[in-house]
């Protein structure tokens, strides 16, 4: 799986965005980008992920440039309990039934100021 | 649906002893993961488990090792306790498909004194 780099921390202020971003300049083209989050003391929570397109769901957008070679996380309008670790991961498609490893690196600590 | 349910949520050990963990899937997943998180190391992969079958491992050493009931549950044991694996360990569930997320139980809180 390709190496990810994240800031190690961001702060932002409540009800502005927060945009996380995230290098992965060695994925490779079955390489996945997904965005995990860890509150203090609970398991991880999936955000969302995406190949190349631009995603979005009921909780952010992912944002992949055209090169595949980075990402941004955007929570639109983030809250005080958005605060939390925030992981970017690359992991390859599976089609066999195994292999559903995920390799964490340190993360970006995100601190939703009032 | 129910989430991931791991017993016990809290344990303390002594060095020497040994310990189980379960792990209670999604309805309808059959794949279990299980992590060890520690404020040194992060979150590390430990295995993973598929149709009673472990699949992928993480660089543990052999005190650690599970297993998968036919009804998808999982378990560690982690035998010979040393102080340094004082840690959290989650467990993770996800349908077996090409691109799927992982769900996350709230993990076991091991402490070895």
């Known amino acids: 799986d390709a190496k990810t780099t994240q800031p190690p921390s961001m702060d932002c202020a409540e009800g502005r965005a927060a945009n996380l971003p995230c290098n992965h300049s060695?994925?490779?083209?079955?390489?996945?980008v997904y965005w995990y989050r860890q509150i203090h003391s609970q398991g991880p929570q999936y955000i969302i992920h995406?190949?190349?397109n631009n995603e979005t769901n009921e909780m952010a957008s992912l944002i992949i440039t055209e090169d595949r070679k980075s990402s941004t996380l955007i929570l639109p309008h983030a809250t005080l309990r958005d605060t939390a670790v925030y992981y970017c991961i690359v992991r390859a498609y599976n089609s066999g039934g195994s292999n559903y490893k995920l390799t964490f690196g340190k993360g970006t600590l995100l601190t939703v100021n009032p | 649906k129910a989430g991931v349910t791991q017993t016990p949520r809290y344990l303390i050990k002594t060095r020497g002893q040994q310990v189980t963990l379960s792990c209670s899937p999604i309805s309808g997943h059959r794949s279990v993961s299980w992590y060890q998180q520690t404020p040194g190391q992060g979150l590390q992969f430990l295995f993973e488990y598929f149709s009673e079958t472990q699949r992928n491992k993480g660089n543990f050493p052999g005190r650690f090792s599970g297993r998968q009931f036919s009804n998808s549950r999982s378990e560690m044991n982690v035998s010979t306790l040393e102080l340094g694996d004082s840690a959290l360990y989650l467990c993770a569930s996800n349908i077996v498909a090409g691109v799927t997320e992982q769900y996350f139980g709230p993990g076991t809180r091991l402490t070895v004194t």
């Open positions: 060695t994925i490779s083209g079955n390489e996945y």
């Open positions: 995406g190949l190349k």
